[in-house]
Structures are given as C-alpha cells and as structure tokens.
C-alpha cells in the first residue's frame, strides 16, 4: 500500500504507554492495599459498593487508546498520490561541510563555520533548479539530508549543524566524499557535483585517490577552504578555553589549500578559498553551470494524502466516551 509516516521519529513516544500500564497496576496494587489499611472489610465493602472496577478498566483503557491514536497521529500516516505535472531542469549538488571544532578558530570572523553556514545559505538562493543534499562530518561522516529540492529542510539541517552533531572528531575528508557519493544515481556518469567546505586541516591519504575515482564515476568536487595559513587557536565549547595538546601547548589550526587544490583539479573542479562569500558563491555557481542539466523529477512534487485526522477524531471520540463513563456501577432500572 506504500504508506509511510512523514515523522516517524514520533512514534518513539509510544513506548509511554506501557510505562502507563504500569503504573496503572500500581494504582489498583494501591487501592487494595488502601482498603485493607482501612479495617472492617464489611464496611470497606458498603462504602464501595457502588464502584465498578470494570468501568475503571475501561475508562484507563479509552485513555491509552486515545494517547496511542494521538502519538501516531503526530507522526502522520501518508499515502503517496501522483506526481504535479512539474519537471525541472539541473544537476544534484551534494554539499559537503565540515563540522569539526577546528570550524571553531576565529580567523575568519565570527568563526569558520559560521563563515560556511553564510556561505551554504547563498549558494542554495543561486540553486533554484538543483536538488540538493547534505552531508556534515568530522572523524566520521553522515547524509543528513539526500537529494531534494526542499531547500528549506537543508537550511534548518545547516542551522543545527555544529561540533556536537558528529561525536568523532577529526578532518577525514575521504569519508565525507563517500558519503556525498553515496546520495548520487549511481547508473548516472553526469549531472553530478560535491561542494566540499572545509579547513581541510588533517591531511587525509586517501581522500585524492578516491576523487580521481568519482571523477571516473562522473562527480565534479567544488572545494572550499576556510581559515588561514596563519591559523587560529580552537575554543573548546564546554570550557571555554582554547585546546591544548598533552604537552599543554595550545593547538592552532591551519588552512590546508594544498590537498583541497588536488581534489579539485583531479574532478575537473575548481578551488576556493572562502574570503568573501559572494565572490566565493559566485565562482562555484559559475562552475556548476559548466555541467549539464537533466530533467530531474522530485519527492517534493508528490501528493501525499494525510490520515493523521482520522487518529485524532478517534482520540476525541475516546477522551469523550472516558470523561462520560463513570466510575461507579449502572443502576438497574
């Protein structure tokens, strides 16, 4: 049937309602303990003569229903409907940034990965007709975001994108290229570009190996470098205090343009150093018109049909029929 949820995340929120089950075991483990505190079980019993422990059964059981049809209607069940008679034309740009604390150093002002989220923030107003994805890394590397052309959703993933997302810290550039590699149709041999922004500060052996590989595959890798030869010290963000190497050194980082150069020139690419952005957005964009286009179909012209109201009528249908039922038992007529 093709359904799917648009935030699966969500439905992690059901995993309370057991926790409620529990606790309503508790409750009644309570209430028994209650009574028998209470002495006289003939006058324990006159005084709840009138309580139903099936109509309380049922009244947590609506509740539960309710809470489950409420989480799941959050995460909103979909349906796929047809695709808008609407086709664009461009090439899939995967940006690759940099989030190691390195990014931190002030050299370039406020501080390097600001400088690439200004940078990011540009390039995808000059990219109407691309699809975009993204990948952050470090010491390792993550798709946070494959192809598409809701621009949108990559600007919240660039807003959020900082040291803490990516735990493994480093600068393993190869890892980033696999990863952004891994977004691309793999049957395509064209159409195709890396946008990597980086301080490119631990030299990586197999990083320009592997481009000379994607570059087989058809990839082109736009680099940018952030920082200085010069460098910078590197704010650690819990202490604030600049790191230090095990000889209480403090460690400044440096601009590698070399190994950026390399990975450029061996995809036929072109290599920045991020000075103005502009200027920097100007030069990439230029270059990602020397590829060819192709028709590109995306997910963000497909309908979905949304069924999240039905789960929250039926929640409100329970939370009524909860509120009406009593407690206490039905008198006969």
Do not use: C
Not at 104 to 117: S, V
Not at 165 to 172: H, N, W
Not at 185 to 204: A, C, M, P
Request: aromatic residues 10%.
């Amino acid at each position: 049937m093709n359904f799917r949820f648009q935030h699966i995340e969500y439905l992690i929120a059901l995993a309370t309602i057991p926790l409620i089950v529990v606790l309503y075991f508790q409750l009644l483990y309570w209430k028994k303990n209650t009574a028998k505190k209470i002495g006289d079980p003939k006058l324990v019993q006159a005084l709840i003569a009138n309580y139903s422990p099936i109509n309380f059964l049922l009244k947590f059981m609506f509740f539960a229903l309710a809470l489950g049809a409420v989480i799941v209607a959050s995460a909103n069940l979909q349906k796929p409907g047809a695709m808008d008679d609407v086709q664009r034309k461009g090439v899939d740009v995967v940006i690759a940034m940099d989030v190691s604390k390195s990014m931190l150093a002030e050299d370039i002002k406020p501080n390097r990965l600001e400088r690439a989220r200004q940078l990011v923030y540009k390039l995808m107003d000059q990219l109407p007709n691309d699809r975009v994805g993204l990948v952050l890394f470090a010491g390792r590397a993550y798709l946070q975001m494959p192809l598409t052309t809701d621009h949108g959703a990559a600007r919240m993933y660039i807003q959020q994108a900082g040291p803490e997302v990516v735990p493994t810290q480093g600068t393993i550039i190869s890892e980033a290229l696999r990863a952004s590699n891994s977004a691309f149709n793999s049957k395509e041999r064209k159409f195709k570009s890396i946008v990597l922004i980086t301080d490119g500060e631990d030299h990586d052996p197999q990083a320009v190996p592997l481009a000379k590989q994607l570059a087989e595959d058809g990839v082109m890798i736009n680099s940018v470098g952030i920082g200085s030869a010069e460098g910078a010290p590197i704010m650690e963000p819990t202490t604030n205090e600049y790191k230090k190497d095990e000889n209480g050194t403090t460690v400044v980082s440096r601009l590698n343009e070399t190994e950026l150069q390399q990975l450029a020139g061996a995809t036929k690419g072109i290599y920045v150093k991020l000075n103005e952005v502009d200027a920097a957005v100007d030069a990439i964009t230029k270059q990602l018109n020397t590829i060819e286009t192709s028709t590109l179909d995306d997910n963000a012209f497909r309908d979905y049909r949304s069924y999240f109201q039905w789960f929250l009528a039926f929640a409100f249908v329970l939370l009524i029929a909860e509120f009406l039922l009593p407690e206490r038992k039905f008198k006969a007529a």
